[in-house]
């Protein structure tokens, strides 16, 4: 497709390997083995083509980048195609050492997981023990005078907690919280019952964020959206399909989305077959819901259509099975009741489901968790 605005970021999937369990972990269900990782040579030559593509930002995820013993050679190689580079890391690995080594290959910032502002909590969340694993690298980061973000995945097992979450961004020295609340596919999709809070817990929350940002000025930033369960309005696609970023994961899949594992049909191009630029442009999967031309009704004469894009195309096939309907989370989706009746089994009086981890079969006491 000829006239399509460059992409100026990148989601740099290293590795899905991870030392933490987490049930909403957003790799997909069937995990890449390290067998099957891009060389930091290959890496080399995805961020070259990356920046010539117009990419200016890289995400270097995984699963958990510390486990590469290579990262310093691939974070070099985005340093050298001038691309800004930040390290989004569970802490568990990131010594002094480490993060000298890494910043001296030229990362740029860093951002670091927190389950809950309680020991107990983040470490059950987690499936093993890595609350104080975390504390140090928090201390580590800001010793090192690099920008650091605190990311915090939000759900009905520690939005409660939502005060103490903030308080710890700032007593560890965060710039920016990232208050994200669960998103539900894959993994998240399977613990739904068990994650999905409350609209109480979720007035409350937000009430919590406005007081803190008008007691706080000086910060950290909090970054917060209501999740859309609970708006009847969907949230953009990722500013729209194919409109800003590109995924690559382990193996060298490219994705519009890093969720986009899910859509079966999907049929996603490698970038060890084809370069970025021709999977940016022509490929049928960034081109399957660009533009508003695939939408049906009710999305094809809506006013949002623009603005909205129809939603979530991953949500959308997690939910019916087809990515090309209007996201169920759309008061107007003629699904929108498979969301209601989700957020009307959350109420007041549910009780949660077990907790199914990341690692199946591994539970934070070797024991399905309640």
């Not at 990782?37 to 083509?49: H, I, N, P, Q, S």
């Not at 999977?279 to 399957?288: D, L, Q, V, Y």
Request: hydrophobic letters at 40%; aromatic letters at 6%.
């Amino acid at each position: 497709m000829t006239g399509v605005p460059a992409p100026w970021a990148l989601l740099a999937e290293v590795t899905h390997a991870c030392p933490l369990h987490c049930p909403y972990c957003s790799n997909p269900l069937e995990l890449v083995r390290k067998s099957g990782e891009l060389t930091a040579g290959e890496w080399a030559r995805v961020f070259a083509e990356a920046a010539d593509l117009g990419i200016v930002q890289a995400h270097i995820s995984g699963g958990e980048p510390l486990l590469r013993p290579d990262l310093e050679e691939i974070v070099a190689a985005a340093r050298r195609a001038e691309i800004y580079t930040q390290l989004v890391t569970s802490g568990l690995g990131l010594s002094a050492a480490r993060l000298d080594a890494l910043l001296n290959a030229g990362m740029d910032s860093v951002q670091l997981s927190v389950q809950d502002a309680r020991a107990d909590g983040s470490d059950l969340i987690a499936g093993t023990a890595s609350f104080a694993a975390k504390e140090r690298a928090a201390e580590t980061i800001r010793a090192a005078g690099v920008p650091f973000g605190l990311n915090v995945v939000l759900h009905r097992r520690n939005l409660d907690n939502l005060a103490g979450v903030i308080d710890l961004g700032r007593a560890w020295g965060a710039e920016r919280v990232e208050l994200a609340n669960t998103q539900f596919y894959g993994w998240a999709l399977r613990n739904r019952a068990a994650l999905l809070p409350t609209r109480a817990q979720l007035d409350a929350a937000r009430r919590t964020v406005t007081a803190y940002r008008e007691r706080h000025a000086d910060g950290p930033e909090l970054v917060w959206v209501m999740p859309d369960y609970y708006e009847g309005v969907p949230k953009p696609c990722m500013g729209g399909w194919g409109a800003r970023s590109i995924t690559v994961g382990p193996d060298g899949t490219a994705l519009p989305c890093p969720a986009a594992y899910g859509i079966a049909d999907l049929d996603p191009p490698n970038v060890r077959a084809r370069d970025l630029a021709w999977i940016w442009r022509e490929s049928p999967a960034f081109n399957a819901y660009r533009g508003t031309g695939w939408m049906a009704e009710p999305c094809r004469t809506c006013a949002h259509r623009e603005t909205d894009f129809g939603g979530c195309r991953c949500q959308a096939f997690a939910l019916t099975g087809d990515a090309g309907r209007t996201d169920p989370a759309c008061s107007l989706s003629p699904d929108h009741g498979l969301v209601l009746a989700a957020v009307e089994a959350s109420g007041e009086d549910a009780d949660p489901r077990e907790l199914v981890y990341r690692a199946p079969g591994r539970a934070a006491d070797g024991a399905p968790v309640r």
